[in-house]
């Protein structure tokens, strides 16, 4: 079949993902600030509140630690040489695959019938192994956005409520992978980074920080193991009924230690504008779900660089079946940071 549909980078699944919020952060950023010419997404996730800025303003950085993600920016909007028709044509070969004449592989060992079902597990593993295989015949922004091509693709039919901290415990329903290629583009004005956001702030400028990270203590590295190793794919030892692999990137915005690093990259921001999403988890009675900073530190520690101001946005808010809170509140804060 041919493939003529191209993925946009909204179209994921991903914890905390501003998509549905990211007009009004957008709209409020612009009237509120002035004379924008750089952006810095600092958090970034899925980049969905960068693929906006992308189109405003002059430069845009996107920064996140995990692998995966920097390798879906890269793909997206990372600057290189591609064949659009060799693309496609990989796609298509590998769309036609058929996954009951494949072996067994370390994909489908380590998460047939949990994550996928065996067969589109086979697939899965047999795809990335060819992947890497003809790597030397890829442009670097070719084998980017292939790979995430099938990270976008496979993210649809995983038998998870969108992350793989875990599975659902039923019989899998067998599906038929068809791969799609991303919404690739080539961005001059974007600057992509793989990096501690701590260690970062020293190093960059922008007139607007947006900070997104995460309030509660669910690791991001561990909620996305599978598309961490799908990327890196060095194949090792994978344990736990999630089949995780030894710990990276584990995040201090997780821990008892999220208000001390947060009050550090806000002390280290060269900015002029300081934007901060956050949400009132904090009541949550689920104990992964409560808040690591309160709404009192994050405003006393965003107020000793500026005026601040906060926003307010009450949505639905769903969190797997365990804490279900029908008013949740998504607030906005903007500092207008205090010349020196
Ligand atoms: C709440 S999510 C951001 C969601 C994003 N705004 C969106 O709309 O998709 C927080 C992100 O911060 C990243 N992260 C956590 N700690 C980090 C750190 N110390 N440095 C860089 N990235 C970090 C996580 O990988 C995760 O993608």
């Known amino acids: 079949m041919e493939n003529t549909q191209n993925i946009s980078i909204g179209k994921r699944r991903y914890i905390g993902c501003k998509s549905k919020l990211a007009d009004w952060i957008m709209q409020i950023i612009e009237t509120e600030t002035n004379n924008i010419h750089s952006f810095c997404d600092i958090f970034a996730g899925t980049a969905v509140i960068s693929d906006?800025?992308?189109?405003?303003?002059?430069?845009?950085?996107?920064?996140?630690?995990?692998y995966?993600?920097?390798?879906?920016?890269?793909?997206f909007y990372g600057i290189g040489k591609i064949d659009d028709k060799k693309v496609r044509?990989?796609?298509?070969?590998?769309n036609l695959i058929d996954s009951n004449k494949l072996d067994e592989n370390y994909f489908s060992v380590n998460y047939g019938g949990k994550f996928f079902d065996n067969?589109?597990?086979k697939k899965i593993g047999y795809i990335r192994d060819s992947i890497?295989?003809?790597?030397?015949?890829?442009?670097?922004?070719?084998?980017?956005?292939?790979?995430?091509?099938?990270i976008y693709s496979i993210d649809k039919i995983s038998n998870t409520l969108g992350h793989y901290e875990a599975y659902i415990k039923k019989d899998i329903k067998p599906?038929?992978?068809?791969?799609?290629?991303?919404?690739?583009?080539?961005?001059?004005?974007?600057?992509?980074?793989?990096?501690?956001?701590?260690?970062l702030v020293k190093?960059?400028?922008?007139?607007?920080?947006?900070?997104?990270?995460?309030?509660?203590?669910?690791?991001?590295?561990r909620f996305y193991h599978l598309y961490e190793n799908l990327v890196k794919w060095d194949k090792p030892i994978l344990s736990g009924e999630a089949m995780k692999p030894a710990e990276e990137n584990m995040s201090e915005y997780c821990s008892s230690r999220a208000a001390k690093a947060f009050d550090d990259l806000i002390s280290h921001l060269n900015t002029r504008y300081i934007v901060v999403s956050y949400n009132n988890t904090y009541h949550s009675r689920s104990s992964s779900s409560r808040n690591k900073i309160t709404l009192e530190e994050i405003n006393a520690i965003l107020s000793k660089r500026g005026k601040t101001t906060m926003f307010e946005h009450s949505h639905q808010f769903f969190n797997a079946g365990k804490t279900n809170f029908n008013n949740h509140k998504e607030l906005l804060f903007i500092t207008k940071v205090n010349e020196e």
Do not use: G, M, W
């Not at 995966?68 to 793909?75: D, H, T």
């Not at 068809?178 to 956001?197: A, F």
């Not at 947006?210 to 203590?217: G, K, L, R």
């Open 175 to 199: 599906h038929i992978l068809t791969l799609n290629l991303i919404d690739y583009k080539s961005c001059k004005n974007v600057e992509i980074y793989q990096e501690d956001s701590n260690q």
């Open 68 to 75: 995966s993600n920097n390798l879906i920016y890269k793909a």
């Open 89 to 94: 044509k990989y796609i298509n070969a590998y």
């Open 52 to 66: 906006l800025a992308i189109r405003k303003y002059e430069k845009v950085i996107i920064n996140d630690f995990l």
């Open 132 to 150: 890497e295989a003809d790597k030397d015949s890829f442009t670097e922004k070719e084998y980017c956005v292939l790979i995430a091509s099938l």
């Open 119 to 121: 067969q589109t597990a």
């Open 203 to 221: 190093k960059i400028a922008a007139d607007v920080f947006y900070i997104d990270p995460p309030y509660n203590s669910r690791q991001y590295s």
